[in-house]
């Protein structure tokens, strides 16, 4: 779909997707092992998403379009969860 709409509404409107991975409103109930098993070392907060957004809107990403980000700290990579 981001694909698609980003073709669709294009040069008029650029179309990204965020897929968050584990974003913790508070860290306060984390264990050791829940960041451990991070390949950066932690879980993710609100403010990791915000960056992207934040950058997705600005003049610097004005060459990006149907982009799909993956802001999940590399877990998804690693495959093997605690």
Known sequence: MTHALAISLGPAVRVNCISP?????????LRAIDHEQHPVGRVGKPRDVAALV???????AGFITGQNFVVDGGITRKMIYA
């Open 54 to 60: 934040a950058l997705l809107l600005s003049a610097d």
């Open 21 to 29: 991975g584990w974003i913790a409103m508070s860290q306060d109930e």
